[in-house]
C-alpha cells in the first residue's frame, strides 16, 4: 500500500505512518476534527432547554448539556423523540429542537 500523507487525513490531520487494521490510515487530528480520517468537525453546541420541549427528559441529550458531535434525543418515559438524534454543526444543532 502506499505511504500515508495528510491527504489522506483531509488536511485536517497529520498522518502516523501507520495503517489500521482496516488498512486505512491512521491520522492525529488537528484541533476541532475528529473521526478516522479527521472528516468531523467537533462542534461546541447546547443542549435545548427541557423547559422548551414538552415531555423531554430533565437532561435533554444523552451526551449531557454541551454535546459536540451529536444529540441524541431524551424524553420523559412513554414517549419517544422524532427526530431522535440532533446533528451539532459548529455551535448549532441541527435540527435545533426534537418532539417527544
Known amino acids: ?28 487530528c488537528d484541533a476541532g476534527y475528529t473521526g478516522p480520517q479527521c472528516r468531523s468537525i467537533i462542534g461546541d453546541c447546547l443542549a435545548p432547554l427541557h423547559r422548551n420541549i414538552p415531555n423531554s427528559a430533565l437532561s435533554t441529550c444523552e451526551e449531557g448539556s454541551r454535546p459536540t458531535m451529536v444529540c441524541t434525543a431524551r424524553c420523559a418515559e412513554m414517549y419517544y423523540p422524532v427526530p431522535a438524534t440532533l446533528d451539532c454543526q459548529g455551535t448549532q444543532l441541527v435540527p435545533d429542537k426534537f418532539r417527544c
Not at 1 to 28: K, L, Q
Request: proline share 4%.
Open 1 to 28: 500500500a502506499p505511504e500515508c500523507t495528510d491527504f489522506d487525513c483531509v488536511f485536517h490531520g497529520t498522518a502516523t505512518g501507520n495503517r489500521r487494521a482496516d488498512d486505512s490510515c491512521e491520522c492525529i
